[in-house]
């Protein structure tokens, strides 16, 4: 069945530190992906998004590149901030379902 | 207002209580779900309702009664809860088809059973 798998964390970073959340997928079809943000106390929001193969999705400095060959929808930002530190949920819609990864804390000193 | 709501942002209640979530969506979408988001748990699909009707039930237990009178409205009873049953409960909805559109989450009722 389709399906998210995203990397363990907690992550930890100093400031203006490199971030990279590994994300693959398995999907029937030809999916959608995406990821979410959740800072603490709130719901989840769409961070960015990629609806085919080579798309890259960006948005506040993330950016994500649609990888059929690899199925992967890594998250990347080149220098984080405090203010990033939050859960990062990889997704897929596939036939009308979502699957959602199992989240990824980030947390960033400063 | 915009956006997906949810009432109230947080809820305290005993075992023998009856209670309900509110979620109302002004963005004209078709789908609504109920999400449980427990700590150290991944999120967990509850219910799916596509025009008012229910789509999917994720072998929920009976104590969840979920409730959609018309698209814009959906409401989560509560009745008889276990204290594990403490979590965060997200509405969202969609205007899914296919393989694309995205989920629009609301902020969430923080609910704590006693």
């Known amino acids: 069945g389709d399906s998210v798998t995203q990397m363990e964390g907690p992550v930890t970073l100093s400031e203006e530190a490199f971030l990279t959340i590994n994300c693959t997928y398995t999907?029937?079809?030809?999916?959608?992906l995406f990821w979410y943000v959740q800072y603490p106390g709130e719901g989840l929001q769409l961070l960015l998004k990629a609806t085919k193969a080579d798309d890259k999705g960006s948005n506040k400095g993330f950016e994500a590149t649609y990888r059929k060959e690899t199925t992967s929808f890594h998250l990347e930002k080149g220098s984080v901030q405090v203010s990033d530190s939050a859960v990062y949920f990889c997704?897929?819609?596939?036939?009308?379902?979502?699957?959602f990864g199992s989240g990824t804390k980030l947390n960033v000193k400063p | 207002e915009t956006g997906v709501t949810q009432t109230p942002r947080h809820l305290v209640m005993g075992m023998t209580n009856k209670k309900s979530l509110k979620c109302e969506q002004h963005l004209g979408h078709n789908a609504m779900y109920w999400y449980k988001q427990s700590a150290k748990k991944p999120l967990e699909l509850m219910f799916v309702y596509n025009f008012k009707e229910q789509t999917e039930n994720n072998s929920v237990p009976s104590r969840f009664s979920p409730e959609c009178p018309n698209s814009s409205h959906l409401f989560l009873h509560l009745h008889t809860l276990q204290p594990e049953d403490s979590a965060l409960y997200l509405c969202?909805?969609?205007?899914?088809?296919?393989?694309?559109?995205?989920?629009?989450f609301g902020e969430g009722s923080r609910l704590t059973v006693l």
């Open positions: 999907a029937t079809g030809y999916p959608s």
């Open positions: 997704a897929l819609i596939s036939f009308n379902k979502f699957y």
């Open positions: 969202a909805s969609s205007q899914a088809q296919g393989n694309t559109g995205e989920l629009f």
